[in-house]
C-alpha cells in the first residue's frame, strides 16, 4: 500500500529565505505532483515529476525527485508573502486502472512572515 | 471548456438524509476520481473510475456509492449522512493520453453534516 508522507507539516518562514518542504513515498511509484492550496479553495497544480533525477522551478520554487530514496523535494528560494499556502504532495502510478489514484501527503502549511 | 465543475458548493445535511454530489467535465477525460479533505490527513481516495460503466473504491468507501454512465458525469452518494462525512469533497479527472499525466481538480464541495 502505497502511503506518503511530508515534513515539516507547518513552517513559519521570514521573507527572504530559503527553505525545504520533504515528501517521502513507501513503495515505487511512477508519478510524483506537487500543489498549492489556498484556504477555501481547490487545488493548483505546480509540478508533475516523472522520472528519476527530474527537477522542474517555476519561479521561488523548484522541485525534485529521486525515485531510489523515494523522496521528492519542493525548495523556495527567497520567500515572499505570496507563497504562504499549503502545499501538498501526491504520488501515484500510471500503469493500467491506477491512473486515476494519489495518494497524497498530509500538507504543510507555510506561513512567510515579513 | 469548462473543466471540471462541481455542484453544489456548500450543503448542509441532517444525520440520516441522503444527497449526491454533482460532478462533471468535458474533456473527454476516461479516469474520474473523489476524494474527500480532512484537516491534518491530506487528500483520500473515495472511489474512482476509469471508463464509463467501471467503478472501484479507494482508501475511504464506506457511506459512498458512485456510478459512471457517461464519460461526463461521475456523481457521489452519500446513502445515509453521519457527522464523520462532514468534509471537502474534491472531484477529479485525467486521461492516459499524451506525457502530461495531468490531474485536474473541481472546485470542490463543503458539506456539513449535524
Known amino acids: 500500500e502505497l502511503k506518503v508522507e511530508q515534513n515539516p507539516l507547518f513552517l513559519s518562514m521570514q521573507e527572504g529565505k530559503n527553505y525545504t518542504i520533504y515528501c517521502n513515498y513507501s513503495t515505487t511509484s511512477d508519478r510524483l505532483y506537487w500543489y498549492r492550496q489556498d484556504p477555501g479553495k481547490s487545488l493548483e497544480s505546480l509540478f508533475v515529476?516523472?522520472?528519476?533525477?527530474a527537477v522542474k522551478q517555476e519561479g521561488r520554487l523548484m522541485a525534485s525527485l529521486d525515485t531510489k530514496a523515494r523522496l521528492s523535494t519542493l525548495h523556495i528560494t527567497a520567500a515572499v508573502h505570496d507563497l504562504s499556502a499549503t502545499y501538498f504532495c501526491?504520488?501515484?502510478?500510471?500503469?493500467?486502472?491506477?491512473?486515476?489514484?494519489?495518494?497524497f501527503g498530509q500538507g504543510t502549511i507555510l506561513t512567510v512572515h515579513p | 471548456n469548462a473543466g471540471v465543475t462541481q455542484t453544489p458548493k456548500f450543503q448542509v445535511l441532517k444525520t440520516g438524509q441522503s444527497m449526491t454530489l454533482q460532478c462533471a467535465q468535458d474533456?473527454?477525460?476516461?479516469?474520474m476520481s473523489w476524494y474527500r479533505q480532512d484537516p491534518g490527513m491530506g487528500l483520500r481516495l473515495i472511489h474512482y473510475?476509469?471508463?464509463?460503466?467501471?467503478?472501484d473504491q479507494g482508501e475511504v468507501p464506506n457511506g459512498y456509492n458512485v456510478s459512471r454512465s457517461t464519460t461526463e458525469d461521475f456523481p457521489l452518494r452519500l446513502l445515509s449522512a453521519a457527522p464523520s462525512q462532514t468534509s471537502v469533497y474534491f472531484c477529479?479527472?485525467?486521461?492516459?493520453?499524451?506525457?502530461?499525466?495531468?490531474?485536474?481538480f473541481g472546485p470542490g464541495t463543503r458539506l456539513t453534516v449535524t
Open positions: 501526491a504520488a501515484g502510478n500510471a500503469g493500467g486502472t491506477s491512473y486515476g489514484k494519489l495518494t
Open positions: 473510475s476509469v471508463g464509463a460503466g467501471i467503478t
Open positions: 477529479a479527472s485525467s486521461y492516459s493520453l499524451g506525457t502530461t499525466y495531468e490531474q485536474y
Open positions: 515529476l516523472l522520472s528519476n533525477g
Open positions: 474533456m473527454n477525460h476516461e479516469y
